[in-house]
C-alpha cells in the first residue's frame, strides 16, 4: 500500500520515443506541474544507459514514480512490454504494465492481427484511450493518429478494436532528405490550394510512385510552380493516407490526434474526402491517458 | 560530308547517366569494338569539366566523334538538350540534337504533357526506340523500362505516344538506405514465393505506404521470416508498379527493357497479372538507337 500511496501522491510521465522523450511531472490532484523535452529518445541511450537516463528525470522533475510510455518498451529499449492483442482498453494497459524496477512501469504496446493482416502500436494507445477517458472522443468510431507512421484506430467500446499503419510521415522525411525530389521539398507545407488539389486527387486516384515523380516533371515543364511542390507532395501522400483510412469501417466523423501541426494538415485532407474531422492535442490526450493508468496502479 | 564521313567510319556511343557511364566504340560496320563502364555520371563532373571528361573518354577508346545520351543532356549536364514532345521517334531525336562541340552530339530526352499530366524521360528513349528499330519490339504496344525511374511507355506506329514514370527502384534504394524498414531489406530480393504473393496482393491492392510498414509489423508478431522481407518488399513496389503501368493502353504482350537483374522481376510481375512479358537486353538496345542516330546525322 505504501507503493501505491506513492503514486497517487503523484508521478512522472514519460513519453519515450525512438528519437525523443517528453517528460511531465503529475501532481496529486492530476495537474501536470512541470515538464521537460529533450532528443534522449531510445536511440540516443547506450547499452545498459537506461538507468541513467531514468536517474537523469528524476533529478529533473523529482523522486517520483515514472510510468514510461513508447518505445522505451520495445525490443530495442529498456525492458520489452509484450504487444497487448486488440480488443485493448486502459484497463488491459495497466494490467499488462511491465516493471522495469518497482517503482518504473512501462506501458505496453497494441497488436493487431486480422484478416492476415499484422499491424503494431507504441506509444499512441496512451493517447487514444486516454481520450476516449477523457470524454473528448466518441467510445465507436475512427481515430487518426498522424506523426512518422500514421495510425487510422477503429474504436468499440472505448476499446482499441482494429487498426492500421500508413508510412507517410517517414516517406516525406525520405523523400525531403534524400530523394531526387529533395531540392524540391525544402520549402514549408502550407494548407494552400496545391495542398488541396493534390489532397483531393489522391483521394481520388491511386497511383502514389507516379504521381510522386510528376512533381518534378510539372516543375521542369513549367506546369507547376516549384514553391508549391513541398506542399503539392504532403497532399498527395496524405491524400493517399485519407483514402486507405476511409476504407476502414467508419463513422461521418473522424478524430484527429496529434501534434497540432500535422493535426491540421490531416483534418483538411479529411474534409476535402467529405468528411467532418475534429482535432484533438495529442499532449492532452497522453497526459489524460497516463493518468487513468497511473489510477489504476495497484488496483 | 569530311565530317558526315567520320561519323561513318565509326563513333563513340555514350550512355551518360546521373552516377554512372558506359561508353562504347562503334565500327563503320556498326559492331561493338570496345567498352567501358565507370561512376563518372554527370553529378562526379565538377562544373565546366565535361570537355575534360569527354577527352578522357576518347583517350580510351579512341578518337571519334561522339553521341551522348542520358542526363548529359540535362540542365544540370554538359549543355541541355531541350525535351521532344511526343509523339517522338529515331528521326525526331535525330532532328533535335545538340551540339556542344564540332564532333559532339546530345541526344535529346521526350517529354510528354497529356490531359494534365507531365512526364518527362533522358535516356531511356535510345533503348526504346533503338528496339524497335532493330525489329525487336512491335511498333505499337507497352513497354516498361525498369530502373531506378520505371518507365511505361505506349508505342504508336513506331513511336514514343505517351509515358509514365514511376519512382519504384528509388522509393526501394530510400527504404533500404534510410527507413524503420532498412535492417530488414538488406538481404538479396529472389523470384521467390514472397515476392509472388506481394506482387499479386499489389496488383490486386492499393496501399502501398500501409503494406510497407505491414512488412515490420509481420515480422515483429511472427507471421514472416525476416529473411523474405526484401524480396516481398520489392514484390509490393513492382506489383504496384505493375498495376499502374497496365492501366495505360495495352495489348497482351509487355515488352520489358533494361538490366537483366530488373527485366526478369518486372517480367514475372506482369506475368503475375496474366500478361505476357518478353524480356529485351537493355545494352543492345542502346547500341542499335545509337546506330540508328548516327546514320541519320547529316542527312
Given amino acids: ?5 506513492r ?11 525512438t528519437t525523443n522523450r517528453r ?13 521537460f523535452e529533450d532528443d534522449k529518445g531510445m536511440l540516443a541511450v547506450p547499452g545498459g544507459g537506461f538507468p ?3 536517474a537523469e528525470i528524476r533529478e529533473r522533475l523529482g523522486d517520483h514514480p515514472l510510468l514510461l510510455a513508447g518505445m522505451v518498451g520495445s525490443n530495442r529499449g529498456w525492458k520489452e512490454a509484450p504487444y497487448v492483442p486488440v480488443p485493448a482498453g486502459i484497463d488491459d494497459l495497466a494490467k499488462a504494465l511491465v516493471w522495469p524496477g518497482e517503482r518504473e512501469a512501462i506501458v505496453p504496446g497494441v497488436s493487431t492481427l486480422k484478416n492476415d493482416r499484422a499491424d503494431v502500436m507504441r506509444g499512441e494507445e496512451v493517447q487514444l484511450l486516454g481520450a476516449v477517458c477523457a470524454g473528448k472522443c ?28 500508413v508510412m507517410t510521415g517517414e ?24 495542398f488541396c488539389t493534390a489532397a483531393r486527387f489522391a483521394i481520388a486516384n491511386e497511383a502514389l510512385p507516379a504521381e510522386l515523380f510528376s512533381i518534378r516533371a510539372r516543375v521542369l515543364l513549367g506546369q507547376a510552380k516549384k514553391e ?42 479529411i474534409r476535402q474526402a ?22 489504476r496502479i495497484g488496483k
Fill in 138 to 165: 466518441d467510445e465507436d468510431g475512427l481515430v487518426c493518429h498522424p506523426g512518422t507512421h500514421n495510425k487510422w484506430v477503429t474504436l468499440r467500446e472505448g476499446k482499441i478494436s482494429d487498426f492500421r499503419t
Fill in 274 to 295: 467529405n468528411r467532418l474531422a475534429v482535432e484533438l492535442d495529442g499532449e492532452q490526450c497522453f497526459l489524460a491517458g497516463a493518468r487513468e493508468i497511473a489510477k
Fill in 228 to 269: 508549391d511542390a513541398a506542399s503539392y507532395a504532403s497532399g498527395l501522400l496524405i491524400g493517399t493516407d485519407v483514402r486507405i483510412g476511409l476504407s476502414l469501417p467508419t463513422s461521418a466523423q473522424v478524430t484527429v490526434i496529434g501534434r497540432p501541426e500535422l493535426t491540421r494538415l490531416y483534418a483538411e485532407a
Fill in 1 to 5: 500500500m505504501a507503493e501505491h500511496a
Fill in 52 to 54: 541513467a537516463a531514468v
Fill in 7 to 17: 503514486w497517487t501522491d503523484g508521478f512522472i510521465a514519460v513519453d519515450w520515443g
Fill in 23 to 35: 517528460a511531465y511531472r503529475i501532481g496529486a490532484k492530476g495537474e501536470c506541474e512541470a515538464e
Fill in 171 to 194: 516517406l516525406f522525411s525520405l523523400l525531403k532528405d534524400h530523394s531526387i525530389l529533395a531540392d524540391l521539398l525544402q520549402g514549408p507545407v502550407d494548407l494552400n490550394d496545391a
